[in-house]
């Protein structure tokens, strides 16, 4: 076995070998293919939980009892990948490996035989390190201790080596068509008869394909509407379109105590062709024209009630405003299976009242989640839907794409 020090190197003598990295805390590893200009290819070259396998690089956690560990299979890794760097940060947002110096194990994945260590000394306000690489050098791959520390946390470390972490969609999302006529097929806007990317429907029919009255669908004439993942209600009492202003209120409260939780409320508007019109968030706190507008950051989620509040004008949204997508990102990068009580609840501005509420539960290992989307039928009225779908994104440009693809 190799004590490893920064920038030493020993030659592989397995095809396969495993990358386990313990600290006294728990930590995210990750592993990213890069080509000989040190960038990834695609996003799909970044391994990590949530997409712990990519071509021959593997991820396996430890689900906080032994350290996670990145596996490469040299042989199957391919042409044009040159490197593979093994990266680490706590799993407690915003912690530095100042006192928890973690150690690199290299094995051999067969066997599991230990190669070599590497422990990177004098750590102090790094948020996340480059610990080790698996490199090819004239034909042979070989291990190099690293030691690289960010200040800026994993994101930093992505960002540096390609990954679109907070890159923004391209619009519009979809395919280049022609301008849409005026007139429209009869079917809801941004509301196609089946959505690729869409879950199952629970509900025991096929979603009728036009929502013309007395279909059975839920409106507002009985009172506040409590929800269902892919429940839709029309926001419609009396059979009048409701186009007063609603406040779509999110709140969440963190799962473990002391833990505070810096999450993200915003809404992205979309026109008839699925394209992008403009994204309202912390950082821009007014869009089209002031019809919709944030209540500002809410940087802890400590307190009752909502913790953010988004307040649209449905009768001053611009005419091809048809399709908005509420989401909740968690900036500081902690998973919503650390958050707890999450929910989003539509009210009439006016009087206060609760009109729709849907709450979040069964939360996955993500930073990002499309709450809910309102969605403008060719009559005027306006439908939501309760969609809870986990994105990986901290910030709300990376959720303009997926959120498309869901309206």
Partial sequence: MTAMTPGSNIPLSTARVTVDVAAPVRLDVSGLLLTADGKVRSDDDFIFYNQPTGPGVTYRSGGGTSPDAITVDTAAVPPGIEKIVVTASPDAAGQTFQGIEPTATIRN????????????PQLGTETALVVVEIYLRNGAWKARAVGQGYADGLAGI???FGVSVEE?????????????????????????????????????????????PGTGKINLDKGRVSLQKNQTVSLVKGGRPLLSQVKMGLGWEPAYRGKDIDLDASVIAYGPQRNHIDSCYFGKLSIVNGAIKHSGDNLTGEGGGDDEVIVVDLGRLPQEVTGLVFTVNS???????????????????????????FDLTNAEPQTGVMMAKLIKQFSGEWEMTAMG???????????????AQAL
């Fill in 331 to 357: 900036f500081s990068g902690q998973k919503f299976t650390e958050v707890a009580k999450a929910y989003c609840r539509l009210l009439d501005a006016a009087t206060g009242e609760e009109l729709v509420r």
């Fill in 168 to 212: 923004p969609a391209p619009a519009p999302v979809a395919p280049p068509q022609p301008a849409a006529p005026p007139a429209a097929p009869p079917q809801p806007t941004l509301q196609p008869p089946v959505a690729p990317s869409a879950p199952p429907v629970t509900s025991p029919t096929p979603p009728p394909p036009a929502h013309a």
């Fill in 109 to 120: 994945a067969d066997d599991n035989s230990v190669l070599a260590t590497f422990t990177p």
């Fill in 158 to 160: 992505a960002t540096d």
């Fill in 389 to 403: 779908d986990f994105v990986k994104s901290r910030t709300v440009r990376g959720m303009v794409k997926p959120a």
